[in-house]
Nanobody
Framework: QVQPVESGGGLVQPGGSLRLSCAVS????????MSWHRQAPGRQRELVAA???????KYADSVKGRFTISRDNAKNTVYLQMDSLKPEDTAVYYC????????????????WGQGTQVTVSS
């Protein structure tokens, strides 16, 4: 069973930073592609960032240059460092495991965390 568990959300002012963490209970973390997605009220869930089992990453255009995805295989954890946050980044952020790249597109896997709320507001 692969179970992602997110943490690190909260309220932050515009221009601030947050780091989300996602710990995954599995013995095969190092072979899982990982990703972060978000869903704002009234909007579809969208890919924010993805990382494969190596160093290949993909970012939504709206977060490029501001967000950084990384992973620590020794800790079974994937991170999302979010800098220069904007009010439009407000959403529930979900961690996903076992997705994959097909060409340049990233497709999420079957394993989702419960989500963590990020609110950017003054």
């Amino acid at each position: 069973q692969v179970q992602p568990v997110e943490s690190g959300g909260g309220l932050v002012q515009p221009g601030g930073s947050l780091r989300l963490s996602c710990a995954v209970s599995t013995s095969v973390f190092d072979i899982l592609a990982m990703s972060w997605h978000r869903q704002a009220p009234g909007r579809q869930r969208e890919l924010v960032a993805a990382i494969d089992t190596g160093t290949t990453t993909k970012y939504a255009d709206s977060v490029k240059g501001r967000f950084t995805i990384s992973r620590d295989n020794a800790k079974n954890t994937v991170y999302l460092q979010m800098d220069s946050l904007k009010p439009e980044d407000t959403a529930v952020y979900y961690c996903n495991a076992d997705g994959g790249f097909i060409g340049t597109r990233f497709h999420p896997g079957n394993y989702w965390g419960q989500g963590t709320q990020v609110t950017v507001s003054s």
